[in-house]
């Protein structure tokens, strides 16, 4: 059974830093990539960043790029988003997501994680 | 603003065939496939239909999928109460080099 498990929100300072991490198992890690996926509050789905299941190769959206990094570690099984100068917009529940692909690209994401909620404010 | 555009909700009776749109350009949906999937209240989203109409195991075939174009539609027929969700298209845009979302449409069960 494939499980995605989401840890590491919480309450983040506008312009500090926070890390999500999502522990995988069901399936073989590293021959797929992995999403986050964002939804802020009472609003609809943001794709934010994702990773090719080898790690070579990562993608952002606009709105995160510098400031955001997604990183793996096929040995753990475990994806990371690395979150900093956060702004209070970052406000969302973050949902990690696996790819029916090793890249990421149109394939869709078969499964999600319960999401974890990271809040921005001072 | 999402780039995929959306109606934002959509209502039915039980039984009811519903169909709900999801419009975009030639760097997303003219070039890419087209993935749903539907949100029920207080869970993740989960995968409803990809490339375009394939059904994963387990979704009833009471929902499909089309595109044509820039275009894609999701019907679902012998509508019932468990269907009432939020249901987003999504498709990778070349341009953007990423997934790109529609606003998400609420079908409520009348």
């Known amino acids: 059974e494939v499980q995605l498990l989401e840890s590491g929100g919480g309450l983040g300072q506008p312009g500090g830093s926070l890390r999500l991490s999502c522990e995988a198992s069901g399936f073989t890690f590293s021959s797929y990539a992995m999403t986050w996926v964002r939804q802020a509050p009472g609003k609809g789905l943001e794709w934010v960043s994702a990773i090719r299941g080898t790690g070579s190769r990562t993608y952002y959206a606009d709105s995160v790029k510098g400031r955001f990094t997604i990183s793996r570690d096929n040995s753990k099984n475990t994806v990371y988003l690395e979150m900093n100068t956060l702004r209070a917009e970052d406000t969302a529940v973050y949902y990690c997501a696996k790819d029916r692909f090793g890249y990421p690209g149109d394939a869709g994401f078969d499964y999600w994680g319960q999401g974890t909620l990271v809040t921005v404010s001072s | 603003q999402s780039v995929l555009t959306q109606p934002p909700s959509t209502s039915g009776t039980p039984g009811q065939r519903v169909s709900i749109s999801c419009s975009g350009s030639s760097s997303n949906i003219g070039t890419n496939t087209v993935n749903w999937y539907q949100q029920l209240p207080g869970t993740a989203p989960k995968l409803l239909i990809y490339s375009n109409n394939q059904r994963p195991s387990g979704v009833p075939d009471r929902f499909s999928g089309s595109k044509s174009g820039t275009s894609a539609s999701l019907a679902i027929s012998g509508l019932q109460s468990e269907d009432e969700a939020d249901y987003y298209c999504?498709?990778?845009?070349?341009?953007?080099?990423?997934?790109?979302f529609g606003g998400g449409t609420k079908l409520t069960v009348l």
């Open positions: 999504a498709a990778w845009d070349d341009g953007l080099n990423g997934v790109v």
